[in-house]
């Protein structure tokens, strides 16, 4: 029951990125797709993980848990990037310490970039990794 529990809030994850990724048009360039790409492999994922719990599927369904976390990092990393980026817009930016600066590019002060919606993909994959280590079936 467990399982199925964590099965489902990595499907709902993978819903609820999706449709925060559609609303926001995130497609508009090459790096953008990454996400996407990063959804996919949730799916492909969670698919194996319903199937077959034991043996090589559950090690691709952990290495791809690994990728998408990975890439979560990536887009944390890339939202505050240019997040910072855009503080140049601001007249005092040069003003700030860099600790104030990146600061107020984490907490989205400036730039628009949200830092923590890919955070979502990487929340899935955790769910998907514990998932992966609770057995589908109890032994008799």
């Not at 990728?67 to 980026?85: E, Q, T």
């Amino acid at each position: 029951m467990l399982r199925l529990g964590l099965l489902a809030l990595v499907a709902i994850g993978i819903v609820g990125a999706a449709l925060e990724l559609a609303f926001e048009r995130h497609w508009q360039s090459p790096a953008q797709l990454i996400p996407w790409v990063a959804l996919a492999l949730q799916v492909v994922a969670l698919v194996l993980l319903l199937l077959r719990d034991s043996g090589p599927v559950l090690t691709v369904a952990r290495v791809l848990a690994a990728v998408v976390l990975l890439a979560s990092a990536y887009g944390v990393f890339m939202h505050v990037s240019v997040n910072h980026g855009m503080g140049a817009m601001d007249p005092q930016w040069d003003s700030y310490s860099p600790l104030t600066q990146w600061w107020y590019a984490l907490t989205k002060s400036v730039g628009g970039a949200p830092p923590l919606a890919p955070g979502m993909l990487a929340q899935s994959a955790l769910l998907l990794l514990l998932a992966s280590v609770t057995p589908k079936r109890l032994a008799s």
